[in-house]
Structure formats: structure tokens, C-alpha cells
Nanobody
Framework: HVQLVESGGDSVQAGGSLRLSCAASRYTFSSNCMGWFRQAPGKEREGVACIGRDGITMYSDSVKDRFTISQDNAKNTVYLQMNSLKPEDTAMYYC??????????????????WGQGTQVTVS
């Protein structure tokens, strides 16, 4: 079965940077968006960024110009470079795959596969 494994979460000070990785096994990047989501305590999971198989990227307004999503097809890995981190970026970050064609990239309940999450804490 498909597995998504996130890594790279850590505790950093405001203004710092982190790079998250999502390694996919038994999954090919020939489908639609691979997405990054996050969920803070007491809040709903929200879309952060998405990268399509053609390399087109999309971001939520809250992270645009600070975060960059990228992919390495040879390694079946998606990255999220996070710069200028703010305390409000503190959350568990998840990667997701298996979005049906035509579904909105931010639709949390449309992704078929999810990783276990990696914690990002900004103070």
C-alpha cells in the first residue's frame, strides 16, 4: 500500500527556516497534486501548498512568498521549504496524495493518502 513519510519538523525561533520532506513509497507522481497540510491544536486541518505533476505550485495566502514546495521525481519525494517562520506556523504538518482529478487542492477530505505528520514549533 502507499506510504507517505514526513520528516524535518523541529522547534525553531521566529524568523528561522525549516525544510520538510515527504517520501512516498509505492506511489508514482503521475497523479494530481501532492499537498502539504497543517493542523494546529484546536483548529481544522488546512491546506498549505500543492505541487502538480507538471510542476505547477499553489499556496495558501498565509504562506505565499515564505514557503516553497518542490518535488524530486527520481526520489519520489516532495519538499516544503519554510522561511521567515512565524509562531502562527506552529502545527503538525502532513503530506497528502491521491487527490482525484478536478478536486480542489485544498480539499482535505478528498485526498486518499496521508502521512503521519511532523511537528513544527515556532517560538
Amino acid at each position: 500500500h502507499v506510504q507517505l513519510v514526513e520528516s524535518g519538523g523541529d522547534s525553531v525561533q521566529a524568523g528561522g527556516s525549516l525544510r520538510l520532506s515527504c517520501a512516498a513509497s509505492r506511489y508514482t507522481f503521475s497523479s494530481n497534486c501532492m499537498g502539504w497540510f497543517r493542523q494546529a491544536p484546536g483548529k481544522e486541518r488546512e491546506g498549505v501548498a500543492c505541487i502538480g505533476r507538471d510542476g505547477i505550485t499553489m499556496y495558501s495566502d498565509s504562506v505565499k512568498d515564505r514557503f516553497t514546495i518542490s518535488q524530486d521525481n527520481a526520489k519520489n519525494t516532495v519538499y516544503l521549504q519554510m522561511n521567515s517562520l512565524k509562531p502562527e506556523d506552529t502545527a503538525m504538518y502532513y503530506c497528502a496524495a491521491g487527490l482525484p482529478s478536478g478536486a480542489a487542492w485544498w480539499s482535505t477530505n478528498r485526498y486518499r493518502y496521508w502521512g503521519q505528520g511532523t511537528q513544527v514549533t515556532v517560538s
